[in-house]
């Protein structure tokens, strides 16, 4: 089975609601959700109860709550914290874990001047 398989059926155990017609897939651009059927207007296809939410707690929250810290590192904190302990959402972390590295501006290499290519007369950017 895979870690996505887990993940959703851990949730499903905790509550969450996945739609059947709902299908997980891994491509070269990373992982997507696929309908398998049409969906009805007003269809439920997921649904995920506050408890299963990832969200700062214990003294990153009072941080949080003291503006101290905004929500966004609380939340980064958080992450970084129950990735590396025993927690319970460790099925979300092992499938997590599991991915490629998404593919997002923040993570590309610096784009330099002279890396500036022409192709079929066209401009584009090497970003290797």
């Keep these: 089975m895979s870690t996505f398989a887990n993940l959703r059926d851990w949730c499903c155990e905790r509550g969450a609601e996945w739609s059947p017609t709902l299908e997980v897939r891994d491509g070269e651009r990373g992982r997507g959700v696929f309908a398998t059927a049409p969906i009805k207007e007003g269809e439920l296809l997921l649904r995920l109860p506050a408890s299963l ?73 090497w970003m290797g």
């Excluded at 003291?66 to 959402?89: D, Q, Y």
């Excluded at 499938?95 to 784009?111: F, G, H, I």
């Design 53 to 125: 939410i990832i969200q700062p707690s214990g003294p990153i929250a009072k941080l949080v709550a003291n503006g101290e810290c905004s929500k966004l590192l609380g939340l980064a904190l958080t992450h970084m914290h129950e990735s590396r302990v025993a927690e319970r959402r460790a099925p979300y972390f092992a499938d997590l874990a599991s991915q490629p590295p998404p593919n997002v501006p923040l993570r590309w290499k610096e784009v330099r001047p002279e890396r500036t290519v022409l192709a079929a007369g066209k401009a584009g950017l």
